[in-house]
């Protein structure tokens, strides 16, 4: 008898250890746990997947800072929020608690969804609190670290200040004011002492919960991608020869490079300035066709007349882009460009969410956008064949950086705050 | 759930018995879709509870349990008799007796909160009496309770959602009846099919809801859609082709004492609402799919193997007059399906289960969702809510309990009451309630 209790507590005793060993071995798989691609067919198959596997390892997040990866600069850390492992660790918490919204449904985590791009693969644009209507698509945190122009239209200026938008957006988490967020945290035993072992002593405030979300949020660094290793490590294997055909293509004929930036050690893929493509143009005064194509099921579409959907559908909230932080007219339905970096996760794109594919994204831009009186001059139509469309899709997608299953499994250990 | 609730639940259960012997039964006539050896109100019934979705700018904004004087002998027939606010706006949507049916579980679809209400005190005054507000983190990440099933002393309750990333995946979540967490049993996924056979293409992990026919020991439940959908504007949804993928297309066959899956069926496009025949000789139950508008018979065959099949179609489906609700009689004769788009019910004659023909159609409303019927199958309840941010805009958004009376060949309407003129909300799921239940 004491035999057998010696061995259950030998297993017990070793259980995490086999469990967290698990844990780093297990693959990730990336995108929704419930893969729909294919579904515009009959032929489609569900690729579920139960989310009793959705279980991961934290990992050490502050390496980067140490070393970025290939291709990356180093990651500009303001002076006043240094990044420590408490404060990552306390703003991964944060990130993932849905108690920081009025009623207790919305975090962070829930529109920027790990496996997902740290976005939403399967919204166009945002819902939050009560199902309220977000205008834009969710942008990825995903190498957020390096941009002092933050959200589509660059309204917010730090990763520090930044959070407090959606926090108090009434069609975000709805939170009735700064001081209620601070109140709360501070009653929710869960935190005890976590602020003030990250801040020296200090507790909950409009800083300090800033600044712990930033500093996790400014781990989320990730470069070494299939391109960095051919481009800047000069490995002519990592790429093959579409994704390098794409590349030329990309800084030549079809000129993405004008917007999506690569300096000579380093390539952030954007110029971090706003720029007008149409879509937000047309959005606003460029109509509507009179029907809508509807997915009712696999392979089972429907044309439903727009009068139908406008019955059941709130008028579209405006949007003008950066204008509305500028008030300068000529900023009208301009936004701001993206980063291209894990841009094969980060679907549906642009800042509508208007395009499923990167196929589609290459289309739109080899029609020349749409034609409005503000349209960017570099956008303009450029006579890519088929080919060349794949080539630069292919190069698209080897920009996907190498540690981004480490980056979601080790969200995946954070908890999710939920009431109690 | 406090000591003294306990007390009460235990009081409750103890009592069942003695109610079974108090109530007159009719062998398989029932009440919409409540189990079939539960106790029934087999007259007149006195009450509709209402579970009513608080709106901005309207009366105190809050979900609300209504209560409706629905007897013709009672000088509060066709009036709001009482109101019980619960605070905030949670997505108020299903509800569900306990097996005793003394108390009343409603659900909540957006904060997951459960508020059970007793109702046998005084059925005119349902009073608020405990608030399960951590079902999310109860059941490890379920989100969205919906329907409430009670199994004697459990409530087994489907989840539409989860906490991960509010898309359609989810699980039931067993619980007792004094409102303990039991256990969480996630739906079958092509990754785990949990021994389940998988006879066709899909096993998305999708859940709505859950009926169950004890006497083969069996249990059903469909499949709807995740939380960023059923929250979402509809008409934003419409228009998102990545959203418009996110719908479940199955729907799973289970062994109830074991609570495992055992078969899954493909049925595109969303099934949701599950009613199984009530004559025992019936080994089959119904659902119908929301977007392609299908009637679906689950049936055993001859070798005594569950099988799926589409047997007719509600209205012209390519214009997706979207069927979310339906009630069978209880002669297992007529089937009544509303149509939300097109506020209208129709009813299908489905005594050849394999061929149901619609044998009439009734314009009711606007808009229109949850039909409720007596167990005498004279009385039929409508209203008109389907989801806060799915219902109709400006004036198609009538909001209201519609009472019609069936004479075999005409719906008749009995009383009206507009649940924006009352300053109510938006009205969802309607249970029956009686004096005759409690009565020694």
């Not at chain 2, 609300?64 to 706006?89: A, C, E, F, I, M």
């Not at chain 2, 020991?217 to 959908?229: A, L």
């Not at chain 2, 339906?326 to 009544?336: E, G, K, V, Y």
């Not at chain 2, 409508?382 to 004479?407: A, M, P, R, V, Y």
Request: aromatic letters at 10%; hydrophobic letters at 40%.
């Amino acid at each position: 008898m004491l035999g057998r209790i010696l061995v259950l507590c030998g297993i017990f005793a070793i259980l995490p250890t086999l469990l967290k060993g698990h844990a780093a071995n297990m693959d990730i798989t990336l995108g929704p746990g419930d893969n729909r691609t294919g579904y515009d067919s009959t032929d489609f198959e569900s690729r579920s997947i139960s989310l009793l596997q959705r279980t991961g390892e934290a990992a050490d997040l502050l390496s980067v800072l140490k070393s970025p990866p290939l291709g990356l600069p180093a990651i500009p850390v303001p002076p006043d929020n240094p990044v420590t492992a408490e404060k990552v660790q306390l703003g991964r918490k944060l990130f993932f608690d849905r108690r920081l919204s009025l009623n207790e449904t919305m975090s962070c985590g829930m529109c920027h969804i790990p496996e997902q791009g740290f976005t939403n693969n399967e919204l166009a644009t945002a819902v939050g609190i009560e199902g309220r209507t977000v205008r834009r698509n969710a942008p990825t945190i995903y190498n957020v670290a390096y941009f002092s122009n933050i959200f589509h239209d660059g309204r917010d200026t730090r990763l520090e200040y930044q959070i407090w938008q959606p926090m108090l957006a009434t069609n975000e988490m709805a939170n009735p004011s700064i001081g209620y967020v601070i109140e709360k945290i501070r009653r929710q035993p869960d935190y005890t002492g976590l602020f003030e072992d990250a801040f020296g002593g200090r507790g909950p405030g409009i800083e300090t919960i800033g600044m712990a979300i930033a500093a996790y949020e400014r781990t989320l660094v990730s470069g070494n991608s299939p391109f960095d290793r051919w481009y800047f490590g000069k490995d002519e294997a990592a790429l093959d020869d579409a994704a390098k055909q794409g590349f030329r293509l990309f800084i030549g004929k079809a000129g993405c490079s004008g917007c999506h930036t690569i300096q000579k050690k380093f390539a952030l893929f954007t110029d971090d300035a706003f720029h007008n493509t149409g879509l937000g143009w047309q959005a606003s005064v460029g109509g509507d066709s009179s029907e809508v194509q509807v997915q009712l099921a696999p392979g089972i579409k429907v044309s439903v007349p727009r009068n139908v959907i406008n019955s059941v559908g709130e008028p579209p909230l405006s949007d003008l882009g950066r204008y509305e932080v500028t008030q300068v007219p000529a900023d009208r339905w301009r936004y701001k460009t993206p980063i291209l970096r894990n841009i094969a996760l980060t679907a549906p794109y642009m800042h509508n969410g208007s395009f499923g594919t990167l196929k589609e994204v290459v289309e739109f831009y080899n029609r020349g956008g749409v034609p409005n009186p503000l349209l960017d001059p570099l956008i303009r139509p450029l006579e890519l064949t088929d080919s060349e469309i794949r080539h630069i899709v292919a190069f698209l997608e080897s920009l996907t950086g190498d540690n981004v299953k480490t980056l979601v499994r080790d969200a995946f250990a954070a908890p999710i705050g939920d009431r109690r | 759930m406090g000591a003294s609730r306990n007390t009460i639940y235990e009081i409750a259960i103890v009592s069942m018995v003695t109610i079974f012997s108090l109530v007159s039964l009719s062998a398989w006539a029932n009440e919409t879709g409540l189990p079939h050896d539960m106790v029934k109100i087999t007259g007149q019934e006195d009450f509709v509870y209402v579970w009513t979705l608080g709106v901005e700018g309207i009366g105190d904004e809050q979900d609300k349990l209504v209560t409706v004087g629905v007897n013709p002998d009672s000088s509060q027939y066709g009036k709001v008799v009482h109101s019980v606010s619960v605070g905030g706006r949670n997505e108020a949507h299903h509800m569900g007796f306990t097996f005793d049916r003394r108390y009343l579980w409603c659900a909540t679809l957006d904060t997951s909160k459960i508020f059970v209400f007793d109702i046998h005190s005084d059925p005119a005054r349902p009073k608020l009496v405990e608030t399960i507000s951590d079902f999310v983190a109860q059941s490890g990440g379920v989100v969205g309770p919906h329907t409430i099933m009670p199994m004697k002393d459990r409530m087994l309750i489907t989840g539409l959602s989860n906490n991960r990333d509010h898309g359609g995946r989810s699980a039931l979540v067993e619980y007792t009846a004094d409102g303990k967490y039991v256990a969480t049993y996630w739906m079958p996924t092509d990754d785990n099919l949990q021994g389940a056979a998988k006879t066709g293409k899909y096993a998305d992990g999708y859940s709505y809801d859950i009926r169950a026919m004890p006497r083969m020991d069996v249990m059903f439940t469909s499949s709807f859609t995740g939380w960023s959908n059923y929250m979402m504007d509809f008409g934003k949804m419409l228009k998102d082709e990545q959203a418009m993928k996110r719908f479940g297309n199955t729907f799973v066959v289970w062994s109830l004492s074991e609570r495992m899956p055992r078969k899954i069926f493909d049925m595109p496009g969303a099934p949701l609402e599950i009613r199984c025949a009530i004559n025992p000789a019936h080994d089959y139950a119904f659902t119908i799919t929301a977007l392609t508008s299908k009637i679906w018979l689950v049936y055993r065959d001859q070798q005594g193997e569950w099988q799926a099949k589409d047997v007719a179609d509600i209205g012209d489906p390519a214009k997706v007059p979207l069927p979310p609700a339906f009630t069978i009689s209880s002669d297992d004769r007529l089937l009544w399906a509303t149509t939300f788009l097109e506020g209208k019910v129709r009813a299908f004659d489905i005594s050849d289960p394999f061929h149901p023909s619609q044998v009439y159609v009734k314009q009711i409303g606007s808009q229109v969702n949850m039909v409720s019927s007596s167990w005498d199958s004279k009385r039929l309840y409508f209203t008109s809510s389907i989801l806060s941010k799915w219902d109709k805009k400006g004036s198609d958004n009538e909001q209201f309990i519609k009472s019609f009376e069936w004479d075999g060949k005409a719906l008749k309407e009995r009383f009206v009451i507009d649940f924006t003129r009352e300053k109510l909300g938006r009205p969802h799921e309607m249970k029956f309630g009686a004096y005759a239940l409690y009565k020694p």
